[in-house]
């Protein structure tokens, strides 16, 4: 009897133990059955995702336009794809001098061959040729070479005839050739790209319109957000206010640093400093000095300083309708050496500085107004000539305030009207000039 | 001797981890800022050289400028002459190798685009045209997914180790702009046929996509300021046709047609040519809705 209540107890335990494991078995089953149903699901989902995006790749690439043909850029065997962007500035002017018979001389300065930008009359002006592109990855060229026609005397000059590399590491650039020096402000900026018909009066004094050489230029842009830019110059020292590029052929050295930024979406500034620095050999002065025959030779040294500040204003960044835009440069120079005039030497210490303030109002899409006032100061220390020269600064202070207007039709043509209230040269002169500024072909874009 | 080279391996561990700087790029205008942002996500970092108020064609090469195309590592314009008056000296004058034109950190749109208006010749006596096409082809929605595929090429070449994740950016735009294209082109379907007057002709890509017909333009020949002559004929236009509107963009003077509006009841409106020129254009998608929004206000 309890031995079969015993198996019975056993048996009962034996099955609930196997239904019990074959309840957990049965478990196991379902559970990696729910688990392979589950994968099952992930794979559909990814699946539908993958083909969804697929599609909607498909249906984009039918739906937008066909592809764009390939430019056809003319015949086969044209070379003209690879023309550089050439354009012509032409530029003409009618100068009226109240003292038309006046000399042109500052006092206190030698000045360099050009006689000022305008005469008495009808002249042409000085046509420039530009011609740019990039000659391959890693160098463009760009060569101005002006034409001037006035009366006896026509012929071209080379103004600008450099490289420039394009593919420098780290900010690196190098200029090669002759070229604008990158000092100062306006020194980088084509006479016709200016506001005024002529340039300020330190400009004429101190670099004989532009200090432009044969040289080499290296720079490096900083990768700050504050624009940085710093470069020095090795220049023959050919040109003014250089001479006989003494210092066996590298007769101007030029150091700069510009720096710029947006003070809001509405103004924006340029900041620089220059120097310069040349070795000066038996500089002539042109112009009347040579005309009269008094015009000692200088050799010696010349070094200048310039500071510079550009303002422009232009309404939420938009310059076409209206703009405004500030300009001064202070300039300052210490000349010291020999002077030689026929044969009789003497000694010169020159202590020059001048200035210039300009402001520019575009008042309409098509009308500008301007006004600049410049002047220069002299103080030389000349001995031992026994004549007076251009060099003696009679303690005058050499100042003139010009005014202008201009139209311009498009940004291709302008036309300028400007009055010149001039006090520079020992006799006070009022000048009126009407000038034309005509620009055709590829007109590469101004810098600020 | 010990501890000291033991300090230094935590500090060589860093030196062998890659800094993976965001892609830095310039975009010319707010739209390709827009869809360098949607593409590029957190890899990139973008700043647009003119704002959604300036006239692109019109932009001083400022100093600004040339330090931001100093620091960038993709340079992403329209193209076709349209920054013509002041990217090339930005390029030029910027110093940075690597995004010179026909390198992989220049990226001009126009390139992957088919432009309309290509002019049989170029003569500055027609005014300041464009002798490559109209540039303005950012107005088409139908443009941006092929812009979007280059870009994301681009920043593939640039930027490899995250080429996945810009190809799945790629992806989620398309699918979203394909979906924004179809829902366009229902709710414009009316506007098809729409008459309008432009101040400038930057919208043939817009008239192109929704079927809208310009009859007249207030600057006699592009880029000259309207002249009374010229007001007087598009008038005679206006009376004879049935004009709805004055298109005009952001950065454009209203003053150019007020004589027209005080001579009809016609509306002058600002239609946005960027992401950000109205308030309601706040990204590329909700850009294309104000567009077809203010249209179908006028078109009653």
């Known amino acids: 009897m309890r031995a079969r209540k015993f198996v019975a107890i056993l048996a009962c335990s034996g099955l609930s133990l196997w239904s019990a494991q074959v309840a957990v078995a049965q478990q196991d089953d379902s559970a990696s059955a729910a688990e392979l149903r589950a994968e099952l699901e992930q794979l559909k989902l990814d699946y539908e995702q993958r083909l969804a995006r697929l599609e909607a790749r498909l249906a984009a690439m039918e739906s937008a336009p066909a592809a764009p043909a390939p430019a056809t850029g003319g015949s086969a065997l044209s070379d003209k794809a690879f023309n550089p962007a050439i354009s012509l500035i032409l530029d003409g002017k009618y100068g009226h001098f109240s003292n038309a018979e006046g000399l042109r001389d500052l006092p206190g300065f030698q000045l360099g061959g050009e006689s000022g930008s305008f005469n008495n009359g009808l002249i042409l002006g000085e046509s420039e040729l530009n011609l740019q592109a990039n000659v391959d990855d890693k160098f463009f060229a760009a060569a101005t070479i002006a034409f001037e026609s006035d009366g006896d005397e026509s012929g071209a000059a080379v103004e600008e005839a450099y490289l420039q590399t394009l593919a420098l590491p780290d900010g690196f650039a190098i200029k090669a050739g002759r070229f604008y020096s990158g000092i100062g402000y306006l020194n980088g900026i084509h006479s016709h790209g200016t506001g005024f018909a002529d340039d300020p009066l330190p400009y004429r004094a101190f670099f004989n319109g532009r200090l432009a050489d044969t040289g080499i230029q290296a720079s490096w842009t900083a990768p700050t957000l504050l624009y940085a830019q710093f470069g020095v110059e090795a220049l023959s020292g050919n040109s003014f206010p250089a001479a006989g590029a003494a210092n066996s052929g590298v007769g101007t050295r030029t150091a700069f640093a510009k720096f710029g930024g947006d003070f809001n979406v509405s103004n924006s500034w340029l900041a620089s400093l220059s120097y310069v620095d040349s070795n000066v050999s038996q500089r002539s002065s042109g112009g009347t000095a040579e005309e009269s025959g008094i015009d000692p030779l200088f050799s010696g040294d010349s070094s200048s300083w310039i500071a510079s500040l550009v303002w422009k204003w232009a309404p939420y960044g938009n310059p076409r309708d209206r703009n405004f835009r500030f300009t001064a440069e202070y300039l300052d120079r210490q000349e010291d050496g020999v002077l030689d005039l026929d044969g009789v030497t003497g000694t010169y210490s020159g202590d020059q500085s001048g200035y210039y303030l300009e402001g520019v109002y575009r008042f309409h899409p098509q009308w500008s107004a301007g006004l600049r006032y410049d002047t220069l100061d002299a103080d030389n220390r000349v001995f031992g000539l026994g004549t007076p020269t251009v060099l003696d600064d009679n303690r005058e202070t050499p100042k003139r305030l010009s005014a202008m207007v201009d139209f311009w039709n498009s940004e291709f043509s302008i036309l300028r009207l400007q009055y010149n209230h001039d006090d520079s040269s020992l006799n006070r002169d009022r000048q009126w000039v009407l000038q034309y500024i005509m620009s055709m072909g590829a007109h590469g874009g101004h810098s600020f | ?300």
């Open chain 2, 1 to 300: 001797m010990r501890s000291l080279l033991l300090a230094l391996v935590p500090l060589l561990t860093l030196a062998s981890v890659p800094v993976h700087a965001a892609v830095e790029i310039f975009a010319c205008e707010p739209e390709w800022a827009a869809l360098a942002d949607e593409i590029g996500g957190d890899k990139v970092s973008t700043f647009s050289a003119t704002t959604a108020f300036q006239d692109a064609h019109f932009i001083q090469a400022r100093p600004s400028l040339l330090a931001r195309v100093r620091r960038a590592d993709l340079v992403f314009c329209t193209g076709a002459n349209l920054e013509i008056g002041w990217l090339p000296v930005l390029l030029r004058q910027a110093a940075n190798a690597a995004v010179a034109p026909g390198s992989n950190g220049f990226l001009d749109a126009s390139q992957s685009v088919r432009l309309l208006d290509v002019p049989t010749s170029a003569d500055r006596a027609e005014g300041d045209i464009h002798p490559n096409g109209n540039p303005h082809f950012q107005l088409d929605p139908r443009n941006l997914p092929h812009i979007a595929a280059t870009l994301t090429e681009r920043l593939q070449r640039l930027d490899s180790g995250n080429a996945a994740y810009y190809d799945e950016r790629l992806a989620a735009f398309n699918a979203r702009w394909t979906k924004a294209l179809a829902n366009w082109s229902t709710k414009a379907e009316n506007l098809a046929g729409m008459q309008v007057i432009v101040h400038h002709s930057a919208w043939v890509y817009l008239e192109d996509w929704l079927g809208i017909r310009e009859v007249g333009q207030m600057e006699p020949k592009p880029g000259l300021p309207p002249t009374a002559s010229h007001l007087a004929g598009l008038l005679d236009v206006v009376q004879t046709s049935d004009v709805k509107a004055f298109l005009r963009a952001s950065y454009q003077n209203p003053k150019a047609a007020s004589w027209l509006m005080d001579r009809t009841d016609i509306p002058d409106i600002v239609i946005p040519h960027t992401v950000g020129a109205t308030d309601e254009a706040s990204d590329l998608y909700a850009w294309f809705d104000d567009i077809i929004n203010r249209l179908l206000e006028v078109n009653r």
